[in-house]
């Protein structure tokens, strides 16, 4: 398989359209594109743990998003191909997250919940493993796009 992390700034991409219930606007889809999603990705820097008492809940990574994108795949081919698009050098406790998201997040006017499976790997000992930080931590965005592939859906 070949994939590739491309960088896309999804704030640029949309117009801003003000008056979104007028007919000129309305959006008349069918259930394949409402349902329609794609694969993004968020490139996360370790900053430490954070020190407060916050209690929260989180739901677990799966082992794989379909039968393309499975962990171990992955892993292996971030410990050897370049696969992000942009000049990138990890570092201890780096964080990448893939996630499934619906293409159209506001429709209906309404928005919609998150498709809830996602895969974590974390930068250790020089190696991406897959991997979640399960206590809360400080982390800063590096950057964030889409996973592009061959047979992705």
């Not at 219930?21 to 954070?50: A, C, F, M």
């Not at 974390?122 to 889409?146: P, T």
């Amino acid at each position: 398989m070949n994939m590739q992390f491309i960088v896309i700034d999804k704030l640029q991409e949309k117009p801003v359209i003000h008056h979104k219930n007028s007919r000129r606007h309305k959006q008349n889809i069918n259930d394949e594109l409402y349902n329609e999603t794609e694969i993004v990705w968020h490139l996360y820097k370790y900053i430490g743990p954070l020190d407060n008492s916050f209690q929260f809940s989180m739901h677990m990574p799966s082992e794989q998003l379909n039968p393309v994108l499975i962990n171990e795949y992955i892993a292996k081919d971030l410990n050897t191909r370049l696969l992000f698009t942009f000049e990138y050098t990890p570092g201890e406790g780096d964080n990448l997250y893939i996630e499934r998201e619906y293409v159209r997040v506001e429709t209906r006017n309404k928005l919609r919940q998150g498709t809830w499976g996602y895969l974590s790997f974390i930068y250790k000992e020089g190696k991406w493993k897959a991997d979640v930080y399960i206590d809360n931590h400080n982390k800063e965005l590096i950057k964030s796009g889409i996973v592009q592939a061959d047979q992705i859906r």
